[in-house]
C-alpha cells in the first residue's frame, strides 16, 4: 500500500514540475533569443536527466552497476519508444532540416560512442567518462552558438515575459519536484517489482527507466499541449545525449562502471541502438519531415516488443 502511495504521490509531483519547468523554458527562450529546440535540449533536458544523474550515480557508488547502466539504457529507449510515442500520437510535429543535420546525427554519435566503449570490455572506464563529458561541452557549445530552429512552431498567442525571479523559481521548483516525484517514484515501482522477484536489471530497463523517463513524459505532453512542440522534440532529443555523455560520464568519472549482466549488452543496447535509428526514417516516411500518429504506433509496437523480449 505504500509503495503504491509512493507512486501516485510521485506522479502528481512530475506533472506539476513539468508544468514549472515548462513555463520557464518558454520564458528563457524569449528573454536570451535563442530558440526553443535549442532550449528544450539544454534547460529543460538537463532538468529532466537529472533523476538519471542521481540513480545512476547512487547506484553505482552502492554497488550496483547494472542499475546505472539498465536505468540510462532504458531510459533512452523509453524516451523514444514510449515517451516520443505518446507525444506524436497526441499531435504530429513538423521538423525542419536542422533536425537531420545536426539534432539526430548528435544522438546517433553518442550512442554508438557509448557503444564503442563499453561493448568490448563490458566497462566504461574513468577517461572514457572524460571523453563523454568534453564531447557534451562540444555539443553544446556548437548548439549555443549556431543551431537554427528545427521545429515548425505554430503561430500562437503572444508570450508575455515572466520578471526574472518567477523564471528562477519556476526553474527551481519545476527541477526540485521533478527530481523528488522521481525519488517517490522510483522507489514505489522497484519496490512493487520487487515483490514479484524481478531481476537487477530488468527492474532498471524497464521499471527505473520508465520512472525516470516520466519527466520527460510530463515536460513533453505538457509542451504539446501548450503547442510548444519544439520544446517537446528537443526534449528528447537532447535528454538521450544527457543521459549518455552527462549521466554515465559523470558516474563513471566518480567510479567505473562495469557490467554484470550480459544481457544488456546481447540485447538492451541493441535495442537502444536500432530505435535510436528508426526515428530518422520514420521523420521522412510516409509524410516528408513531419512524424505524426503512424510513427507514435511503430514506436509503441517496438517498444511493447522490447519490454516483452526483456522480461521473457
Known amino acids: 500500500m505504500l509503495n503504491l502511495l509512493f507512486v501516485l504521490a510521485g506522479l502528481l509531483l512530475l506533472i506539476a514540475g513539468g508544468n514549472w519547468l515548462l513555463k520557464s523554458a518558454v520564458d528563457l527562450s524569449l528573454k536570451l533569443s535563442i530558440p526553443k529546440i535549442v532550449i528544450g535540449m539544454t534547460v529543460v533536458s538537463f532538468a529532466t536527466s537529472a533523476p538519471e544523474l542521481i540513480v545512476s550515480i547512487n547506484a553505482a557508488l552502492d554497488g550496483f552497476p547494472d542499475l546505472a547502466l539498465g536505468n540510462v539504457v532504458g531510459s533512452n529507449i523509453a524516451n523514444l519508444g514510449l515517451v516520443l510515442a505518446i507525444t506524436v500520437l497526441l499531435s504530429s510535429i513538423d521538423v525542419r532540416r536542422s533536425f537531420y543535420t545536426t539534432d539526430w546525427p548528435v544522438m546517433m554519435l553518442a550512442s554508438i560512442l557509448f557503444f564503442v566503449f563499453i561493448y568490448y570490455d563490458g566497462v566504461l572506464e574513468q577517461w572514457e567518462g572524460i571523453v563523454m563529458v568534453v564531447c557534451l561541452f562540444l555539443f553544446l557549445i556548437y548548439l549555443l552558438r549556431f543551431q537554427k530552429q528545427a521545429v515548425v512552431e505554430e503561430v500562437d498567442e503572444k508570450t508575455v515575459m515572466l520578471p526574472l525571479y518567477k523564471t528562477t523559481l519556476f526553474l527551481g521548483l519545476g527541477g526540485v519536484a521533478l527530481w523528488g516525484g522521481s525519488e517517490l517514484l522510483i522507489e514505489g515501482a522497484v519496490g512493487l517489482a520487487n515483490a514479484f522477484g524481478v531481476s537487477e536489471r530488468v527492474i ?75 526515428v530518422l526514417p520514420l521523420v521522412f516516411i510516409p509524410k516528408g519531415l513531419r512524424l505524426g500518429w503512424r510513427d507514435g504506433m511503430i514506436l509503441v509496437g517496438i517498444y511493447a516488443a522490447f519490454v516483452y523480449v526483456t522480461i521473457g
Request: aromatic letters at 6%.
Open 204 to 278: 532498471a530497463i524497464t521499471v527505473v527507466s520508465v520512472g525516470t523517463s516520466i519527466p520527460e513524459l510530463a515536460a513533453s505532453v505538457i509542451a504539446i499541449m501548450k503547442k510548444e512542440k519544439a520544446i517537446s522534440l528537443g526534449n528528447l532529443l537532447g535528454s538521450n545525449i544527457f543521459n549518455l555523455l552527462a549521466v554515465l560520464g559523470i558516474t563513471s568519472i566518480i567510479t567505473p562502471i562495469q557490467v554484470v549482466d550480459q544481457g544488456l549488452l546481447n540485447n538492451d543496447i541493441f535495442w537502444m541502438l536500432g530505435i535510436s535509428f528508426i
